[in-house]
């Protein structure tokens, strides 16, 4: 590939998209939403978050300067981040509270993208980061949930028109905003019942002597922030 062939594949990715209508985008929030409200199809589209809430953590373990051992996803939808470094600290309480965080933070971060028209950049860095994440999986469950969801960002950057992407992108985003939302409800509700007594933020209490719930409400307060900060970039508002 010459210079001329890689300048033209940077335009291509770091170029400006036009956004889809309104009543596009308030199509896209709907399918996401379904796929995230209904208990049927949540056990399925869940994987995805699980994705989102594992790569959280194995990310901010390596930049707070923690060996990622691995990381593990089950069919379940559950999954599992092995570092290795101090067991307390600053560096082992970002980690821990990067999970939940993690997946409405990246549908913020897209829906910023999204706004400014960078449609097909948004769709190569999620392949670039499924990529990598590849790398550090352990189970061939969660690899293969990885190639999957990876492979799809990249057909769909690569051969889909600009409209399909367009419409894919803004799906996947409202996705992370509204699906970022129901795993915290989740693990209250679960805490309320004797449940997950290891859950991150029974984690973080133990790290912090900060309260778990103090932690739950984190949690609540960066999905639902995200999700409306988000909503309005995607919207136009």
């Not at 089950?74 to 560096?91: C, E, K």
């Not at 082992?92 to 997946?103: E, H, K, Q, V, W």
């Not at 992108?169 to 915290?184: C, K, M």
């Amino acid at each position: 590939m010459d210079s001329t062939d890689l300048g033209d594949l940077w335009d291509r990715i770091s170029g400006t998209q036009p956004a889809p209508e309104q009543w596009l985008v308030v199509v896209t929030a709907t399918v996401a939403l379904i796929a995230v409200v209904p208990n049927v199809l949540w056990r399925v589209s869940r994987n995805t978050i699980t994705i989102a809430h594992e790569g959280g953590h194995g990310l901010i373990a390596l930049v707070t300067g923690r060996k990622l051992q691995g990381i593990r996803l089950h069919s379940d939808t559950s999954g599992l981040t092995v570092s290795r470094g101090r067991p307390t600290g600053i560096g082992m309480i970002l980690t821990a509270a990067a999970g939940y965080t993690a997946p409405p933070l990246l549908g913020l971060g897209g829906a910023w993208l999204l706004s400014s028209g960078r449609i097909t950049l948004l769709l190569w860095v999620a392949t670039a980061l499924l990529t990598v994440m590849l790398v550090m999986i352990r189970n061939v469950y969660g690899a293969l949930t990885v190639i999957c969801t990876g492979s799809a960002f990249l057909l769909v950057s690569w051969l889909a028109s600009p409209d399909v992407q367009s419409l894919f992108a803004y799906t996947v985003v409202w996705f992370l905003l509204l699906g970022g939302v129901r795993p915290a409800f989740e693990l209250q509700s679960k805490r309320r019942h004797g449940g997950a007594p290891d859950s991150d933020a029974d984690q973080l209490s133990r790290l912090t002597d900060v309260p778990a719930v103090l932690w739950l409400f984190l949690f609540h307060a960066v999905s639902l922030c995200s999700l409306i900060g988000g909503g309005r970039w995607l919207l136009g508002l």
